[in-house]
């Protein structure tokens, strides 16, 4: 076995790198999916040369450095650039996904922003700060607003990066990660809250603020693989600086010990061994990881307890400054809490007495599985590499732990649907608890398509079992390994790897719930044990069986939003997840912040003052009635009563009527508000009676056809109205020229009708176009209806003035010609060739 060596520290940035290959990716915007994969081999030729992962990453570069038979390969992953929205909840972000791979000993991400308006750079645009989250294993918990979270939630911990404007019209930033996590990634970014002003689209170019990211991953191929148990001899030559190894921990390890023994210096033995240990789950060593310093301890030993199960751990042995090569035995043992005893026969027979029923194939493979894979020649090859004698290799079979893992019982899998899981527990869901140990429970959530919902857990103690006894049941939820609560251990749920949440039920508080938003993927395992409250503390009862239901299950969203709250499906991708938003001023992860929400008298005005400003119709009704002008009244008292409901449905709070589909109701009022003005700029052009019906038609059809396609663009409203002021135009022109003198004729209608209807039409116009925002809509569009209504009375025509009665001329007499078909010919009783035609002259 040889050891992956190099000549750099993982912070150590100083080293100068000779470049083999430039990767130059294309400017602009990259097509989506795009990866590029570069392959560099980094040879160390002495101590003061060598490749930093970070400078090699920021400049993109590829380089060739010899560490034995370590190979570094470079990744690069790109994302289609996206537009990004103001933050008002999670569902307005938008959300990236990565892979990450296994062995990544450098992640960087190039954070690229840029500003567009009407298809050109955005030089003009304001700059707004973009504000980038970051998460392992599920999307970012994030609350830029500060508002309170639900009760019983937990809020997972991301990073941030805010991104300031650089150029007038793009930006970059990156965001680097030593020795990231493998797996799933995810970055969401969004600007801040704007102030809800309620733009009309189309009456100016709009500013988007677009955002690609892209990773740039480094990782080493052909890191040395330990197997527990088993002690190789190893060398740091003296122009490197340290040596990586990996080990995979299966499950039912309650400790790993890393032990580096028979330390010396140029083949002379050593009290001291000049080199530091490291050690961490998952991912190579960092600076804040579980470490040793071997100068002052003999032998080194490194423990974890409680390991992460089923990951690989990573060894990092570091070398002090020193003119010497440094020669060391190194080994990993485990501490196997699934057997009684070493002996293997034992273990054996022990196995296939308590795995049965509780370690099943689900849970994975145990230790056992695991030394069996370390007899595979793959072993044998690897210790053909090293320039060592044959015993070399030292085997030393794992202890067992006295205090045995509990049995972990599997649950069952029930999908509803989308986000809509239950676990449910065999012979469940009240669950015993028996005094002597803990009951262990394995949830699995699937990669990817569980962690954008909510984690839920629920427990309830029965409170007739206990049979007067002060108990306890106490709960630690951990991902990736159970966390066993004994009576003479600490009451927390977390240890030097994993971090777990706490829950606890009693006499005096016997329901507790727990939900965790957007939860890792992977196995999750609730340990529960039941202790009793004495003079020294909490210890073992006797006698007492508890037994507490447990619910677990996960949900798109906490509460299903609430009340005053949309739990919405999104996608990115082909990633799903789930997120609430908010109405009516509630705010939170659960629009349960109800800090600036609105009351609920505030609630009802709005709705009134929206549904009854829809009244100052009824005044135009009545004069288009009185002037015969029936089609328009027609017209108004649809609007009237469309806009009416349309805005008791489109309440954001609980003061909502919806008489039917709001997708009708809006579509109505629409085109309801349209045709007013439609009919009332044609009756002011005062044409013939056809034309004007036909001219109705056409509109109302065209206009349906308008909103159908776009019911919120700009042109739907000034093309119609400007198309029918045209034909106003052209008509009162006309008019004009005839009569040679203007129309409207006197000055009392341009004085007292036409300019104030028309200065009521602007105003409500640009009320409605520049001053409307989120916060103002149900008064500044109450009086939008009541302007607009108020127009149509004062702009609608009076009625046409019936010409004065003519009395039919008589019919002169002259020369012509009369067609004489008598009645036989008719009824087709006569030739109809026989046809006489009289000529007549009268004088």
Same mark, same amino acid.
């Given at each position: 076995?040889?050891?992956?060596?190099?000549?750099?520290?993982?912070?150590?940035?100083?080293?100068?790198?000779?470049?083999?290959?430039?990767?130059?990716?294309?400017?602009?915007?990259?097509?989506?999916?795009?990866?590029?994969?570069?392959?560099?081999?980094?040879?160390?030729?002495?101590?003061?040369?060598?490749?930093?992962?970070?400078?090699?990453?920021?400049?993109?570069?590829?380089?060739?450095?010899?560490? $034995?038979?370590?190979?570094?390969?470079?990744?690069?992953? #790109? +994302?289609? &650039? !996206?537009?990004?929205?103001?933050?008002? /909840? *999670? =569902?307005?972000?938008?959300?990236?996904?990565?892979?990450?791979?296994?062995?990544?000993?450098?992640?960087?991400?190039?954070?690229?922003?840029?500003?567009?308006?009407?298809?050109?750079?955005?030089?003009?645009?304001?700059?707004?700060?973009?504000?980038?989250?970051?998460?392992? $294993?599920?999307?970012?918990?994030?609350?830029?607003?500060? #508002? +309170?979270? &639900? !009760?019983?939630?937990?809020?997972?911990? /991301? *990073? =941030?990066?805010?991104?300031?404007?650089?150029?007038?019209?793009?930006?970059?930033?990156?965001?680097?990660?030593?020795?990231?996590?493998?797996?799933?990634?995810?970055?969401?970014?969004?600007?801040?809250?704007?102030?809800?002003?309620?733009?009309?689209?189309?009456?100016?170019?709009?500013?988007?603020?677009?955002?690609?990211?892209?990773?740039?991953?480094?990782?080493?191929?052909?890191?040395?693989?330990?197997?527990?148990?088993?002690?190789?001899?190893?060398?740091?030559?003296?122009?490197?600086?340290?040596?990586?190894?990996?080990?995979?921990?299966?499950?039912?390890?309650?400790?790993?010990?890393?032990?580096?023994?028979?330390?010396?210096?140029?083949?002379?033995?050593?009290?001291?061994?000049?080199?530091?240990?490291?050690?961490?789950?998952?991912?190579?060593?960092?600076?804040?990881?579980?470490?040793?310093?071997?100068?002052?301890?003999?032998?080194?030993?490194?423990?974890?307890?409680?390991?992460?199960?089923?990951?690989?751990?990573?060894?990092?042995?570091?070398?002090?400054?020193?003119?010497?090569?440094?020669?060391?035995?190194?080994?990993?043992?485990?501490?196997?809490?699934?057997?009684?005893?070493?002996?293997?026969?034992?273990?054996?027979?022990?196995?296939?007495?308590?795995?049965?029923?509780?370690?099943?194939?689900?849970?994975?493979?145990?230790?056992?599985?695991?030394?069996?894979?370390?007899?595979?020649?793959?072993?044998?090859?690897?210790?053909?590499?090293?320039?060592?004698?044959?015993?070399?290799?030292?085997?030393?079979?794992?202890?067992?732990?006295?205090?045995?893992?509990?049995?972990?019982?599997?649950?069952?899998?029930?999908?509803?649907?989308?986000?809509?899981?239950?676990?449910?527990?065999?012979?469940?869901?009240?669950?015993?608890?028996?005094?002597?140990?803990?009951?262990?429970?394995?949830?699995?959530?699937?990669?990817?398509?569980?962690?954008?919902?909510?984690?839920?857990?629920?427990?309830?103690?029965?409170?007739?079992?206990?049979?007067?006894?002060?108990?306890?049941?106490?709960?630690?939820?951990?991902?990736?390994?159970?966390?066993?609560?004994?009576?003479?251990?600490?009451?927390?749920?977390?240890?030097?790897?994993?971090?777990?949440?706490?829950?606890?039920?009693?006499?005096?508080?016997?329901?507790?719930?727990?939900?965790?938003?957007?939860?890792?993927?992977?196995?999750?395992?609730?340990?529960?044990?039941?202790?009793?409250?004495?003079?020294?503390?909490?210890?073992?009862?006797?006698?007492?069986?508890?037994?507490?239901?447990?619910?677990?299950?996960?949900?798109?969203?906490?509460?299903?939003?609430?009340?005053?709250?949309?739990?919405?499906?999104?996608?990115?991708?082909?990633?799903?997840?789930?997120?609430?938003?908010?109405?009516?001023?509630?705010?939170?992860?659960?629009?349960?912040?109800?800090?600036?929400?609105?009351?609920?008298?505030?609630?009802?005005?709005?709705?009134?003052?929206?549904?009854?400003?829809?009244?100052?119709?009824?005044?135009?009704?009545?004069?288009?009635?009185?002037?015969?002008?029936?089609?328009?009244?027609?017209?108004?008292?649809?609007?009237?009563?469309?806009?009416?409901?349309?805005?008791?449905?489109?309440?954001?709070?609980?003061?909502?009527?919806?008489?039917?589909?709001?997708?009708?109701?809006?579509?109505?009022?629409?085109?309801?508000?349209?045709?007013?003005?439609?009919?009332?700029?044609?009756?002011?052009?005062?044409?013939?009676?056809?034309?004007?019906?036909?001219?109705?038609?056409?509109?109302?059809?065209?206009?349906?056809?308008?909103?159908?396609?776009?019911?919120?663009?700009?042109?739907?409203?000034?093309?119609?109205?400007?198309?029918?002021?045209?034909?106003?135009?052209?008509?009162?022109?006309?008019?004009?020229?005839?009569?040679?003198?203007?129309?409207?004729?006197?000055?009392?209608?341009?004085?007292?009708?036409?300019?104030?209807?028309?200065?009521?039409?602007?105003?409500?116009?640009?009320?409605?176009?520049?001053?409307?925002?989120?916060?103002?809509?149900?008064?500044?569009?109450?009086?939008?209806?009541?302007?607009?209504?108020?127009?149509?009375?004062?702009?609608?025509?009076?009625?046409?003035?019936?010409?004065?009665?003519?009395?039919?001329?008589?019919?002169?007499?002259?020369?012509?010609?009369?067609?004489?078909?008598?009645?036989?010919?008719?009824?087709?009783?006569?030739?109809?060739?026989?046809?006489?035609?009289?000529?007549?002259?009268?004088?």
């Amino acid at each position: 076995m040889t050891s992956c060596t190099n000549s750099w520290s993982l912070a150590d940035n100083q080293k100068k790198c000779r470049p083999a290959e430039r990767l130059r990716p294309a400017a602009g915007l990259e097509p989506p999916s795009q990866r590029v994969r570069l392959l560099t081999m980094l040879q160390l030729e002495g101590r003061g040369s060598g490749c930093s992962p970070p400078r090699l990453l920021l400049l993109v570069y590829t380089f060739f450095c010899a560490v $034995g038979d370590c190979l570094f390969v470079t990744d690069y992953f #790109t +994302r289609t &650039p !996206r537009k990004l929205n103001a933050f008002n /909840s *999670f =569902a307005s972000v938008e959300l990236f996904h990565f892979n990450v791979p296994e062995d990544t000993m450098m992640a960087v991400w190039n954070l690229i922003t840029f500003k567009e308006q009407g298809g050109t750079f955005g030089d003009s645009c304001p700059n707004r700060n973009v504000t980038v989250y970051f998460r392992s $294993g599920a999307p970012p918990v994030i609350n830029p607003l500060y #508002t +309170r979270f &639900p !009760r019983d939630t937990v809020v997972p911990g /991301s *990073f =941030a990066v805010t991104l300031t404007w650089t150029l007038p019209n793009r930006t970059t930033g990156a965001f680097n990660v030593t020795s990231p996590l493998p797996g799933d990634w995810f970055l969401a970014a969004h600007l801040p809250k704007d102030e809800g002003k309620i733009s009309v689209k189309g009456l100016s170019e709009e500013c988007q603020y677009l955002f690609q990211p892209q990773l740039i991953v480094q990782k080493l191929i052909g890191i040395s693989v330990l197997y527990p148990g088993y002690f190789i001899d190893q060398m740091i030559p003296i122009h490197n600086r340290s040596a990586l190894y990996k080990v995979f921990i299966p499950n039912y390890i309650s400790k790993v010990k890393v032990q580096l023994v028979n330390c010396s210096t140029k083949n002379k033995s050593s009290d001291t061994c000049p080199v530091v240990l490291k050690m961490r789950a998952r991912a190579p060593p960092v600076h804040n990881s579980s470490a040793l310093d071997c100068r002052e301890w003999n032998p080194c030993e490194l423990v974890t307890l409680v390991p992460a199960w089923e990951q690989w751990y990573y060894i990092l042995v570091e070398r002090y400054l020193s003119n010497s090569d440094v020669y060391f035995r190194i080994g990993v043992q485990v501490t196997d809490c699934s057997k009684p005893s070493s002996s293997k026969d034992r273990a054996q027979s022990s196995s296939s007495m308590n795995m049965p029923q509780s370690f099943g194939t689900a849970m994975g493979f145990s230790l056992s599985d695991t030394l069996l894979m370390a007899s595979l020649p793959g072993l044998a090859q690897n210790a053909s590499h090293l320039h060592t004698s044959e015993d070399s290799i030292i085997y030393l079979a794992p202890t067992a732990d006295t205090n045995k893992c509990w049995p972990i019982r599997p649950t069952l899998r029930n999908e509803l649907d989308t986000f809509s899981v239950h676990f449910y527990v065999f012979f469940g869901p009240n669950i015993s608890i028996p005094p002597d140990r803990a009951a262990v429970f394995a949830i699995n959530l699937m990669p990817v398509l569980d962690s954008g919902g909510v984690l839920n857990m629920e427990l309830k103690l029965n409170l007739s079992t206990l049979k007067g006894a002060n108990l306890t049941v106490f709960g630690c939820l951990n991902h990736g390994m159970p966390l066993f609560l004994r009576e003479n251990s600490s009451l927390k749920c977390d240890s030097e790897s994993v971090a777990g949440f706490f829950l606890s039920v009693n006499v005096s508080s016997n329901i507790t719930k727990l939900r965790i938003p957007y939860p890792q993927t992977g196995t999750w395992y609730l340990s529960l044990r039941s202790l009793c409250a004495t003079e020294h503390g909490f210890e073992a009862c006797t006698n007492v069986t508890a037994e507490v239901y447990m619910r677990a299950y996960l949900t798109p969203c906490i509460n299903d939003c609430g009340t005053y709250g949309q739990c919405k499906l999104l996608r990115t991708n082909n990633y799903l997840y789930a997120a609430c938003e908010c109405k009516a001023g509630w705010n939170g992860w659960g629009c349960t912040d109800n800090s600036e929400a609105y009351s609920y008298s505030f609630q009802l005005l709005s709705t009134l003052l929206l549904c009854l400003s829809n009244l100052m119709f009824v005044p135009p009704v009545a004069i288009a009635i009185r002037s015969h002008y029936l089609l328009e009244a027609s017209v108004y008292i649809f609007t009237m009563f469309f806009s009416t409901f349309y805005h008791a449905c489109d309440q954001p709070g609980i003061v909502v009527f919806c008489i039917m589909e709001y997708d009708v109701l809006q579509f109505c009022d629409f085109l309801g508000s349209l045709m007013s003005v439609w009919v009332t700029v044609i009756a002011m052009a005062r044409l013939k009676s056809i034309i004007k019906q036909v001219l109705y038609l056409l509109g109302a059809m065209s206009l349906s056809m308008a909103l159908q396609l776009d019911r919120h663009g700009l042109w739907n409203l000034l093309g119609p109205s400007l198309f029918a002021l045209g034909i106003m135009a052209v008509a009162w022109t006309v008019r004009t020229i005839r009569r040679r003198r203007c129309y409207p004729p006197t000055w009392k209608r341009w004085v007292f009708f036409l300019f104030p209807g028309t200065m009521i039409a602007t105003s409500a116009v640009a009320l409605y176009a520049f001053v409307e925002t989120e916060e103002n809509y149900f008064y500044i569009h109450s009086i939008w209806h009541m302007l607009i209504a108020g127009s149509v009375g004062f702009l609608l025509p009076p009625r046409a003035k019936p010409d004065a009665k003519v009395t039919p001329l008589k019919r002169k007499r002259g020369c012509g010609y009369q067609l004489c078909v008598n009645e036989h010919e008719e009824l087709g009783l006569v030739d109809p060739g026989i046809i006489t035609i009289n000529s007549i002259c009268t004088s």
